[in-house]
C-alpha cells in the first residue's frame, strides 16, 4: 500500500514514517505543501497524510488541488486544530477523516485501515441505482440524470452504504459501525456534515429529493 505523508515538523514525521514502514506500508514524504502536492498529482497513492499548517501551501489549498484532479485517493487530514469549525473546513476542502494531533499512533493505523478497507469489501463491477441516481463501484463514479457527480472516498462509501439500504433507515451508530468502522464520537456531527454534503451535491439541483432525515432515527435513501 502506497502512502503519502505530507508533514513539516520533522520529529513528528520521522515517528509517522517510521511507523508506517513497521507495519509494511510504503511511505512517500514531503515537508511542504508545494512538493505534497505535486507528489500527489504526479504519483498513484492508496492514501495521503495531510497536514493542515504547511510552509508553501497549507494542507486546505493541497486537499483542494488534489480533488480536482483526483476524487477516490483516501485523504487523511492531521490538525492542531480540534474545534468543529477547523473540522468541517478540512472535510469541505475535501478531506474523508481528521485526526487532531497529539495522536496514538494505534489510533492513525485504525483510522488507516478504515479508509483503505471498504476498496475490496463488494464486487468492483456492481452499480447501484434509485431512481435517476448510478453508482458505478467499477469506475468510483456518480452520476444523476447522466450528469457526473464529483464525490470524496469517504462520499462515496456514505452513498454506496445508504444506497445499499435503499428504502431502510440507517441510524447514526450503523453509519459509524459501517463507513467509519472506528472509534468515533458519536456527539459529534460529523455524521451530519457528511449527509449534508451528498444532500448538496446529489438533492440540491433537483426537484425529487432522494436523501431524507427521520429526526431521532437516522437517515434514508428513497424515492418519495
Not at 87 to 115: M, N
Not at 199 to 216: E, M, N, P, S, Y
Request: net charge neutral.
Amino acid at each position: 500500500m502506497k502512502i503519502l505523508l505530507v508533514e513539516d515538523e520533522p520529529k513528528v514525521a520521522s515517528f509517522i514514517k517510521k511507523g508506517l514502514e513497521e507495519q509494511s506500508y510504503d511511505v512517500d514524504q514531503a515537508y511542504d505543501g508545494f512538493i505534497g502536492k505535486r507528489l500527489a498529482l504526479e504519483k498513484p497513492y492508496d492514501l495521503i497524510i495531510l497536514d493542515i499548517i504547511l510552509p508553501q501551501l497549507n494542507g486546505l489549498e493541497v486537499c483542494k488541488a488534489i480533488r480536482q484532479q483526483n476524487s477516490s485517493v483516501a485523504i487523511l487530514m492531521l490538525t492542531a486544530l480540534g474545534n468543529t469549525t477547523d473540522k468541517i473546513e478540512g472535510l469541505d476542502a475535501g478531506a474523508d477523516d481528521y485526526l487532531v494531533k497529539p495522536f496514538e499512533f494505534q489510533e492513525l493505523l485504525a483510522r488507516i485501515r478504515a479508509l483503505t478497507r471498504r476498496k475490496n469489501d463488494f464486487p468492483s463491477t456492481e452499480i447501484l441505482k434509485i431512481a435517476d441516481l448510478e453508482l458505478d463501484m467499477a469506475r468510483k463514479t456518480v452520476t444523476r440524470n447522466n450528469q457526473p457527480i464529483t464525490l470524496t472516498a469517504r462520499e462515496f462509501a456514505l452513498l454506496s452504504y445508504l444506497m445499499r439500504n435503499k428504502s431502510r433507515v440507517v441510524s447514526r451508530v450503523d453509519i459509524i459501525e459501517n463507513v467509519w468502522e472506528t472509534s468515533f464520537d458519536t456527539g459529534s456531527n460529523v455524521i451530519d456534515v457528511y449527509i449534508n454534503f451528498l444532500r448538496k451535491k446529489i438533492d440540491k439541483d433537483h426537484a425529487t429529493k432522494l436523501i431524507h432525515t427521520l429526526v431521532g432515527m437516522g437517515y434514508v435513501i428513497k424515492e418519495t
